[in-house]
């Protein structure tokens, strides 16, 4: 006899009687006519899928059972859930994604910590990326501490569950700042070291480092060419990494630039999920402008 086994599913399935359905009772279970999934290994968080060095993971809410509630403001009731976990051993930039195509009301929730110690409150993404799989699915993209961390996929309500891919990176680009969105960003290379070397630039040139996260694959421009600074820059556009090999693009003086020699202007088609800005500022240090569009 087939063992009893939680349902995680209602029990409406091709072959079963109206009369069936409607009763939900044990007594219209029929193995030979009802296909029931397992849950997945990773329902609960003891059984969290250990993300790793990252990629894109797909899963299944709907055979999960709701484990997890997510905060108030972000998410909450919540519905059927799946777990998973990785580790840094140093800073890092991570980003998380359910932009996929599925349209179910999808949250995300990133928790420092390790099953029985999550710390709260955790950080939660409901809707992002308008225009994309519907704008029920979430993105995160965040400096993290080194540390354990746990994320849970988790449905808004009862009603959304489903299959997923659950896009996950991680880049240890040290100091790296966050870029939100289009816009302007003024800084100051005052101080900055030397860790990075577009090709289009030379050794020995002082950097900074932004992150962005992208909803889908974008022309993204960078510029330096502005009125109120003098920055002699480059600009290097990087997919997936702070590294020369994750270069896709590199300037260094966008010649069409009214304001005046050396100035910098980049563009480049980026891939969905986490990508790198790097500014190279030659001496003299000092503040600067970037203009960041196509986002
Ligand atoms: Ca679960
Ligand atoms: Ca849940
Ligand atoms: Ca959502």
Do not use: K
Not at 172 to 190: E, V
């Amino acid at each position: 006899m087939m063992p009893l086994r939680r349902f995680r599913r209602p029990l409406v399935a091709a072959g079963v009687a109206a009369s069936c359905v409607a009763a939900v009772a044990w007594g219209c279970f029929d193995p030979e006519r009802i296909h029931i999934e397992p849950e997945p290994p990773n329902d609960t968080c003891a059984g969290a899928n250990d993300l790793g060095e990252g990629g894109v993971f797909a899963g299944d809410t709907g055979p999960a059972g709701d484990d997890h509630e997510p905060v108030a403001g972000c998410g909450a009731p919540g519905g059927r859930d799946v777990w998973f976990r990785f580790t840094l051993d140093a800073p890092e930039v991570v980003y998380l994604d359910t932009v996929d195509g599925n349209t179910w009301d999808s949250v995300l929730v990133l928790y420092g910590g390790t099953c029985g110690d999550l710390a709260r409150p955790p950080l939660c993404a409901d809707d992002q990326c308008p225009g994309e799989s519907g704008g029920r699915r979430s993105q995160l993209v965040e400096r993290l501490e080194a540390g354990s961390y746990v994320v849970v996929v988790d449905g808004r309500d009862a009603a959304a569950a489903g299959p997923f891919a659950l896009r996950f990176q991680r880049a240890a680009c040290a100091g790296a700042i966050g870029l939100p969105g289009n816009g302007a960003y003024d800084g100051n290379s005052m101080g900055w070291d030397d860790r990075f070397r577009g090709s289009c630039g030379e050794p020995g040139v002082p950097d900074t480092t932004y992150y962005l996260g992208l909803c889908a694959p974008r022309e993204v421009t960078a510029s330096t060419c502005g009125s109120m600074e003098r920055c002699d820059s480059i600009l290097t556009l990087a997919a997936g990494g702070c590294e020369a090999a994750d270069e896709l693009a590199c300037n260094d003086d966008d010649d069409t630039c009214r304001f005046g020699m050396g100035r910098s202007t980049v563009t480049a088609t980026l891939p969905q999920g986490l990508n790198f800005l790097i500014l190279e500022s030659r001496s003299p240090p000092g503040p600067y402008r970037l203009t960041v569009s196509g986002m």
